[in-house]
């Protein structure tokens, strides 16, 4: 089975979310005409990235949101799915860093973003809670998961979800450009490369990643968008820096096929893995032996 997906490599507004929207659905457009069944956005897609004090004007209740049933709208008009990133406000008032999965004009999936960068450049943990749960989902083509940039960075992530049956990662990311390595590639995506080659190639999965472009406060958005398919090898690439809109195709019998070559998810043996980590996560806390196993 094989089906088309657009990597939106959009420059979004920084609080903006009418002129964001309008950006989604002229993607979403566009990609429908050149046959895409699944279009991925960046992350904070609607919203722009450095936020800060903007936090509670962008956030959005997904089932009940305007700019959410427009999205909802387009993907039931065009038969498309939608990945995209927003701000979530909980039903407790904090707000979460989140991907929402469209299919067929209904939510399928929110992910929570886990962990908050808070270095260097990134100050997220100020504005934002963390999520606390991640899970593969079923789709049409398969079950997926979905990473928010430095979700992607911590192997655990990308682990978990191979173990709860991902078969495709959607990692939608806000990736800042820095450094310069030889020919003038971007180091920053040069380390992306890295991270998702390895990933797709250790778990036999395809990883689609999404990174924005555009400026914000000083910080340049470095693109660079990619499909990566299971044998760790880039079958789609968007350049970097610039407003892209890249149709990439996947193949889920490429999954099969890597994992007959590599069947190290079937004998990934759980049990040692959750008796290792409750030990470490015991002496980590200083727990006395009978509390281990709590």
């Known amino acids: 089975m094989r089906f088309r997906i657009a990597l939106a490599q959009i420059r979004p507004s920084l609080g903006d979310v009418a002129r964001n929207l309008a950006l989604h659905l002229e993607a979403i457009a566009r990609a429908a005409e050149q046959g895409a069944e699944l279009i991925v956005f960046p992350e904070l897609s609607l919203t722009g990235?450095?936020?800060?004090?903007?936090?509670?004007?962008?956030?959005?209740?997904?089932?009940?949101?305007?700019?959410?049933?427009?999205?909802?709208?387009?993907?039931?008009?065009?038969r498309m799915d939608l990945a995209f990133g927003c701000i979530e406000v909980g039903e407790d008032f904090r707000f979460f860093n989140a991907a929402v999965y469209v299919s067929r004009g209904e939510i399928l999936h929110?992910?929570?973003?886990?962990?908050?960068?808070?270095?260097?450049?990134?100050?997220?943990?100020?504005?934002?809670?963390?999520?606390?749960?991640?899970?593969?989902?079923?789709?049409?083509?398969?079950?997926?998961?979905m990473l928010i940039c430095e979700d992607m960075w911590h192997p655990s992530s990308v682990y978990l979800l191979a173990q709860d049956g991902a078969q495709i990662l959607l990692c939608l990311s806000a990736g800042p450009g820095r450094g310069v390595r030889g020919e003038g590639k971007l180091g920053s995506i040069e380390a992306w490369e890295t991270i998702t080659r390895s990933a797709a190639q250790a778990y036999m999965v395809y990883v689609v990643y999404v990174n924005r472009v555009g400026f914000e406060d000083g910080a340049v958005f470095a693109g660079g968008s990619m499909i990566v398919d299971p044998f760790g090898r880039p079958s789609a690439s968007a350049p970097a820096l610039d407003e892209t809109l890249l149709v990439g195709e996947v193949d889920v019998g490429e999954i099969r096929r890597a994992r007959l070559f590599y069947p190290l998810l079937r004998d990934e043996r759980l049990d040692l893995v959750l008796r290792e980590l409750k030990r470490i996560y015991a002496r980590r806390h200083h727990l006395a032996p009978s509390d281990e196993g709590s």
């Open 49 to 78: 990235y450095y936020l800060e004090d903007l936090v509670p004007d962008v956030a959005l209740e997904p089932a009940r949101s305007e700019v959410v049933a427009a999205l909802r709208e387009a993907s039931l008009r065009h």
């Open 110 to 145: 929110v992910h929570r973003k886990l962990y908050l960068p808070t270095y260097g450049m990134f100050d997220e943990g100020r504005y934002l809670a963390p999520g606390d749960t991640l899970r593969a989902f079923g789709t049409r083509w398969g079950r997926m998961g």
